[in-house]
Structure formats: C-alpha cells, structure tokens
C-alpha cells in the first residue's frame, strides 16, 4: 500500500508540471497551527473488536513551509509544497499501583517533529477582483524526524521519581518496545480556504491512511506477547496563512 501512494503522490506531482508554463502561478511560504492525533484502536483478536483498548492523544504544534500554486485550466489547478511541523503532548494524571495505592502525580510528555510532502488538487471561485474561495484535497507524505516520549511518576509521598524515556523511532534500552512508530505515513485530506491578492487562509484535516505503529502487537520489555494488536491512524487538523512572493497573473 506504501509503494501506490508514493506512486500516486509521484504521479500527481509529474502532472502538476503541467501548471509552471500557465497564467496565475505563484511561490510562497505558510506558517499555522498543526494538530497531530494518534489514533490506537488495539483488540485482543484482530478479527474482533471487542474488549478493545482504545486511546487517543491530539497533540498541538506549529507548522512552516514553502508552497508553489499553479493554475492549469480555469479555476482548476494544483498547490504543492514542503512543511515542516513541531507538535508537543504533556498530560498528568493520577493511577493506582498494583497495592492499590495511588501515585501522588504522574506525567507524559511528547515531543514530535516531522516533514511533509503535499499534492493538493485545488479549485479557486472567484467571488471579486482577486478574491477567490478555494477547496483542495490530496495526498500527504510524512517523514518523521523524531518521536520522544519521556513518563516519570513519583513513586511514593517522598521526592523519589521514576523516569522512562523512549523515542519512537530509535529505542532506548530498558523499555517496553511495543511504541515503535513507523518514519513513513501517508494521509490524504480534504480542505477549504480564501485567497485575497497575495494572502492567503487554507484549513484542512488529512487522514491516516496506513498504521505507524512498526509492531504487529504489543509486547513486554523482554519481548512476550501481551495478546493485543496494533491498530492505528495518524491524522492532522491544521490552519495555515501565507503569502505569495512571486505571483503572476
């Protein structure tokens, strides 16, 4: 399934080369707000979803990249570029051990940074001179740099805290290896904007289309299995504006 949506992706930026020689064409850069959410949906039988354990961590960050759009017939064209996004997680809680006892505070802090390539078909309504509403939709790829966790909870009533960290993609010994995550994910989304001269708004949400996690189930830190499997997304929510440099009519 990679290797066709890579194809695809590919595929719609052959095509999108169509668009340099054509009227109303410009390069640019965007910067906005990202929302990564990690979607785990992990049943026991893969076949059956129940007594599933399901969690879902939306993560908030920015995003900053560079955008070439293109008109290639009417209001028909394409919006292809690179972005790089930063996204943080941190949470607190309160659990008990296993005498029952509560942990005075726990906590849960990600860090996630990351590279995208985006295809968008667009199509721009002119509503007034230089005005336009715009909708797109397209396939995204996404290349991890980093995914790094670090848990701690203090242990008892005194000062003493236990600390682990992970990172997803390179793992730090003496951890539960079961949060592998896959460099590699694909989305495809859907979105809509407003384009006033050289300015620009553009909001979109992009689904996951392959799982990231790298393990087909979860295991312990000594590697048996604890009978559940990997099942997931990684999506994006995101809202950016931007500016064209160079714009030709």
């Not at 051990?97 to 199509?123: C, I, K, S």
């Not at 990172?167 to 592998?180: L, V």
């Amino acid at each position: 399934m990679k290797k066709i949506f890579v194809t695809v992706v590919l595929a719609c930026l052959a095509i999108s080369t169509f668009a340099v020689d054509l009227p109303k064409q410009g390069l640019g850069f965007q910067v906005g707000w990202a929302q990564p959410i990690l979607r785990l949906n992990s049943p026991k039988n893969p076949s059956n979803a129940k007594d599933s354990l399901s969690t879902t961590i939306a993560m908030k960050g920015v995003k900053i990249g560079a955008v070439y759009d293109g008109s290639i017939i009417a209001g028909f064209g394409t919006s292809i570029g690179v972005n790089y996004t930063f996204a943080a997680y941190n949470s607190r809680w309160k659990a008990d051990n296993a005498y029952g006892m509560q942990y005075p505070r726990q906590r849960q802090m990600l860090t996630y940074h990351e590279l995208e390539l985006f295809v968008d078909w667009q199509y721009k309504f002119e509503v007034a001179k230089e005005t336009y509403l715009i909708v797109y939709s397209g396939p995204m790829i996404q290349c991890g740099l980093a995914f790094d966790m670090r848990s701690d909870s203090q242990k008892d009533f005194d000062s003493e805290v236990d600390v682990k960290r992970y990172s997803g993609y390179h793992m730090e010994e003496g951890y539960n290896e079961n949060e592998h995550f896959n460099r590699l994910n694909i989305t495809w989304g859907v979105g809509a904007g407003f384009q006033y001269k050289r300015y620009f708004l553009r909001g979109s949400y992009d689904f996951g289309l392959i799982n990231p996690y790298a393990n087909k189930e979860f295991v312990d830190a000594v590697g048996n299995s604890l009978d559940r499997y990997t099942r997931g997304r990684l999506d994006q929510w995101s809202i950016k504006i931007g500016m064209y440099l160079w714009y030709e009519e």
